[in-house]
């Protein structure tokens, strides 16, 4: 894997546009929201993740197939189909327009990966890893160890 530099980036009210409705772009929109994210997804079918978050409406749903323009006004998008050509039709859409893109399958049309990532008062902690699995188990020491390293980290700073 090729380092991949971190950065972050201010999603409070913008809109971002996810194409597909399966547990990856459920996981996306959970992701995007915890950051302030204006979420609409693109998708024939949603699952029930995504239901959820229509009925409390937390996203805008548009429930047909990618057409291309959807991603027009988003600040970043989501291509996270089950249809590698459909992905890649919105990879090519985004990049025409300088729209950063996530791409499910296949990962090399995306310019960017999320990362699992953690708020906890006003720090963010995130990382990336194509180990999805240790990913996810580094994640969950995070969330655990996070607060009291953090209230130790502050205490230092102010003696």
């Given at each position: 894997?090729?380092?991949?530099?971190?950065?972050?980036?201010?999603?409070?009210?913008?809109?971002?546009?996810?194409?597909?409705?399966?547990?990856?772009?459920?996981?996306?929109?959970?992701?995007?929201?915890?950051?302030?994210?204006?979420?609409?997804?693109?998708?024939?079918?949603?699952?029930?993740?995504?239901?959820?978050?229509?009925?409390?409406?937390?996203?805008?749903?548009i429930p047909r197939k990618f057409f291309r323009g959807d991603c027009a006004n988003a600040y970043l998008c989501i291509a996270a189909t089950d249809s590698e050509t459909v992905n890649i039709a919105v990879s090519v859409e985004c990049k025409s327009r300088g729209i950063p893109v996530n791409v499910k399958a296949p990962t090399a049309y995306g310019t960017f990966r999320l990362p699992a990532a953690i708020l906890h008062e006003d720090v963010t902690v995130a990382a990336y890893s194509d180990d999805s699995r240790a990913l996810v188990n580094l994640k969950a020491g995070w969330e655990e160890e996070l607060p009291a390293k953090w209230q130790e980290a502050k205490a230092k700073a102010q003696s």
């Amino acid at each position: 894997m090729n380092a991949r530099f971190p950065i972050f980036i201010d999603l409070t009210d913008n809109n971002c546009t996810i194409i597909g409705g399966g547990d990856y772009a459920a996981a996306c929109a959970d992701l995007l929201l915890s950051f302030g994210a204006k979420v609409t997804v693109i998708s024939p079918l949603i699952n029930d993740r995504l239901a959820e978050l229509e009925t409390e409406k937390r996203i805008r749903y548009i429930p047909r197939k990618f057409f291309r323009g959807d991603c027009a006004n988003a600040y970043l998008c989501i291509a996270a189909t089950d249809s590698e050509t459909v992905n890649i039709a919105v990879s090519v859409e985004c990049k025409s327009r300088g729209i950063p893109v996530n791409v499910k399958a296949p990962t090399a049309y995306g310019t960017f990966r999320l990362p699992a990532a953690i708020l906890h008062e006003d720090v963010t902690v995130a990382a990336y890893s194509d180990d999805s699995r240790a990913l996810v188990n580094l994640k969950a020491g995070w969330e655990e160890e996070l607060p009291a390293k953090w209230q130790e980290a502050k205490a230092k700073a102010q003696s």
